[in-house]
């Protein structure tokens, strides 16, 4: 009886090697312009409804709803606020400006963006939060083109398609909109993470309709790096693709 195991388990290494193989070779992903692989996706996601029902596993988690909009409700706009006075003060977020926040949840950053004025702030997940949060997928975003003049992100790491999140970003964008992300570079994300960002230069290779307007530090809920992006100008666009 023994030697029939054996002699089954060496036979079905092979096939096994196969299929561990085939599963890393179809969930490795290197986003363009990145050949250091300072952006990694992780492995393990077979199609893209397993990749949703996992981000979805956190988005309808009960106790963490229940954080969101209880303990850490006031503490997290606050944080938010703060933030954003300060993209105020450099001219980057105005009043008048159109926002939008991506993976917004149930809307910390939405009103806290409406608390310092910005009244025309809507955000965008998965599962909608009335009336501060729209029904969406970060990868295809089900806004028009040139909607917004600012947006604000600090879920880039749940990104599968990184190439698609941010080519949504600057579709929807306004010419000259502002995109402000935040990330963490010196600490991997938590579990429900679909990559892990070692640097900005992907990033900066990813917004190819953008330019860096800066990069610092910041103490965001795990996230230590804030990165903002100014969309080009059309007639910019057209002197850069006539250039190439």
């Given at each position: 009886?023994?030697?029939?195991?054996?002699?089954?388990l060496i036979l079905s290494l092979p096939l096994l090697f196969f299929f561990f193989f085939f599963c890393f070779k179809t969930n490795t992903y290197t986003p363009p312009g990145n050949p250091n692989s300072d952006l990694k996706i992780r492995p393990g996601y077979t199609t893209y409804k397993t990749y949703i029902q996992r981000q979805l596993n956190k988005t309808l988690n009960p106790k963490l709803r229940k954080i969101w909009t209880t303990r850490d409700w006031d503490r997290k706009i606050q944080v938010f606020a703060d933030f954003f006075q300060?993209?105020?003060?450099?001219?980057?977020?105005?009043?008048?400006?159109?926002?939008l926040c991506i993976g917004a949840r149930v809307g910390q950053e939405v009103e806290a963006l409406r608390r310092i004025g910005v009244s025309d702030s809507v955000g965008m997940d998965l599962v909608p939060y009335p009336p501060l949060v729209v029904e969406g997928d970060f990868h295809r975003q089900p806004f028009d083109d040139g909607t917004f003049d600012f947006e604000f992100s600090n879920v880039f790491?749940?990104?599968?398609?990184?190439?698609?999140?941010?080519?949504?970003?600057?579709?929807?964008?306004?010419?000259g909109g502002i995109c402000v992300l935040h990330v963490a570079l010196s600490r991997r994300a938590?579990?429900?993470?679909?990559?892990?960002?070692?640097?900005?230069?992907?990033?900066?290779?990813?917004?190819?309709?953008?330019?860096?307007?800066?990069?610092?530090?910041?103490?965001?809920?795990?996230?230590?790096?804030?990165?903002?992006?100014?969309?080009?100008?059309?007639?910019?666009?057209?002197?850069?693709r006539g250039s190439r």
């Open positions: 009886m023994l030697v029939y195991f054996v002699i089954s300060v993209l105020k003060q450099e001219n980057l977020l105005f009043n008048e400006s159109k926002a790491d749940h990104a599968l398609f990184p190439d698609k999140f941010v080519g949504e970003i600057e579709r929807t964008l306004k010419p938590d579990k429900y993470s679909a990559n892990d960002l070692y640097s900005v230069k992907p990033l900066v290779n990813l917004f190819t309709n953008s330019k860096v307007v800066h990069v610092r530090k910041v103490d965001g809920f795990g996230l230590d790096t804030e990165v903002v992006f100014r969309k080009i100008e059309k007639q910019d666009q057209e002197v850069i």
